[in-house]
């Protein structure tokens, strides 16, 4: 009679085995099929941050270079894309606006307290704030801002929100 000889890691390593076969599998579909889906999507929230940030910091150069009349970054966001517009002063009564620069559509929609359509004003100081408003009409008053503003960020799969000094 022949002796059986039990090796009980066969079994661990069966189940170690499948295991890794499904988690590769699991690894190949998300990157494979979800992947092209997922991973740009999240790249454009971040490229669309990056952007706004710099056009923030573009306008507060302008506004400071203008000597008194400041200068306008205009927000448009549409249900997918968003585009930035920089103005030379700001659209107050009495004041002249003229396009500077249109920069490229982004993917993404950026907001600000609810508004897609957006003003991001700055003085010759280089302080800013931001209400809402669309070309051709001016601003009454600019809304007082203390601390910092808040704007959201945000694609099909995910939103941020990311913030800005005011001075």
């Known amino acids: 009679m022949a002796r059986r000889i039990k090796l ?25 099929v979800g ?19 710099a056009e923030i910091d573009a306008v507060r ?4 270079a203008q000597s008194g009349t400041g200068a306008t970054l205009y927000v448009n966001s549409s249900a997918t894309s ?3 517009t920089l103005y030379t002063g700001r659209p107050e009564s009495g004041n002249a606006i003229a396009n500077a620069e249109t920069s490229t559509t982004f ?5 600000y307290g609810g ?5 991001v004003l700055a003085s010759s100081a280089g ?20 601390g910092s503003l ?14 800005a000094q005011c001075q």
């Not at 069966?14 to 494979?32: K, P, R, S, W, Y």
């Not at 740009?40 to 952007?51: G, N, S």
């Not at 808040?150 to 913030?163: E, G, R």
């Open 107 to 111: 993917n993404g929609t950026v907001s």
């Open 115 to 119: 508004a897609k359509q957006f003003a």
């Open 127 to 146: 302080a800013i704030t931001a209400q809402a408003w669309t070309p051709g009409n001016t601003i009454a008053a600019e809304t007082a801002c203390s």
């Open 82 to 84: 968003t585009t930035f």
């Open 35 to 53: 992947g092209p889906l997922v991973l740009p999507t999240i790249f454009d929230r971040y490229k669309l941050a990056t952007k706004l940030g």
């Open 61 to 64: 150069q302008l506004g400071i």
């Open 8 to 32: 009980p890691l066969l079994d661990e390593r069966g189940d170690m085995l499948t295991n890794f076969i499904i988690a590769t599998l699991a690894t190949a579909v998300l990157l494979g």
């Open 150 to 163: 808040t704007f959201t960020v945000a694609t099909s799969l995910s939103s941020k929100t990311t913030s």
